[in-house]
T-cell receptor
Framework: LAKTTQPISMDSYEGQEVNITCSHNNIATNDYITWYQQFPSQGPRFIIQGYKTKVTNEVASLFIPADRKSSTLSLPRVSLSDTAVYYCLVGGSFNAGKSTFGDGTTLTVKP | EAGVAQSPRYKIIEKRQSVAFWCNPISGHATLYWYQQILGQGPKLLIQFQNNGVVDDSQLPKDRFSAERLKGVDSTLKIQPAKLEDSAVYLC????????????FGPGTRLTVL
């Protein structure tokens, strides 16, 4: 069971790039890394997923070093609406249920 | 594509009463999850179904919690009897059977036990 460690909270200002790092030292060979975003009173929402190197989609980038023991979610030019809790989840589809959500990182974007 | 549906959205009960939550996953999704999310914490997996079979229920308090997924589609989570510490948001999620499955979450049911 891959345990993840993230900062509890981060502050940023509108227009800045935000990088949130997640440590997962005991990641297994077939584990993927998935990031979710959660707003108050809503369920978590998928942001991005990767296995190694770099993945980019329309909302974020995910950087994974060669040893895969950590990953960094990068949010370019954040806005007030990016204020949310961000979770890093490590696991593979065959044991996706074994993945464990940590307490996430609360990102606060200020004007 | 319709998302994961849950009902009710809110429920208030007295301790020792029973309560049930319903979830309808995204059409075609074989895997269904129930999570408990206590205020300020991340979601905790209670039970995972693959079609109508249980894959993981290691964190389900089986003395009071039960869940079923008849016919491999929608699911019901029940608490009987409820305790004060059961106050939380109960989230349902579903995913398709793929190597890198992504979980799609419903809006959750907020339970308050008085």
């Amino acid at each position: 069971l891959a345990k993840t460690t993230q900062p509890i909270s981060m502050d940023s200002y509108e227009g800045q790039e935000v990088n949130i790092t997640c440590s997962h030292n005991n990641i297994a060979t077939n584990d993927y890394i998935t990031w979710y975003q959660q707003f108050p009173s809503q369920g978590p929402r998928f942001i991005i997923q990767g296995y190694k190197t770099k993945v980019t989609n329309e909302v974020a980038s995910l950087f994974i070093p060669a040893d895969r023991k950590s990953s960094t979610l990068s949010l370019p030019r954040v806005s007030l609406s990016d204020t949310a809790v961000y979770y890093c989840l490590v696991g593979g589809s065959f044991n996706a249920g074994k993945s464990t959500f940590g307490d996430g990182t609360t990102l606060t974007v200020k004007p | 594509e319709a998302g994961v549906a849950q009902s009710p959205r809110y429920k208030i009960i007295e301790k020792r009463q029973s309560v049930a939550f319903w979830c309808n996953p995204i059409s075609g999704h074989a895997t269904l999850y129930w999570y408990q999310q206590i205020l300020g914490q991340g979601p905790k997996l209670l039970i995972q179904f693959q079609n109508n079979g249980v894959v993981d229920d290691s964190q389900l308090p089986k003395d009071r919690f039960s869940a079923e997924r008849l016919k491999g589609v929608d699911s019901t989570l029940k608490i009987q009897p409820a305790k004060l510490e059961d106050s939380a948001v109960y989230l349902c999620a579903s995913s398709s059977v793929a190597f890198t499955d992504t979980q799609y979450f419903g809006p959750g049911t907020r339970l308050t036990v008085l």
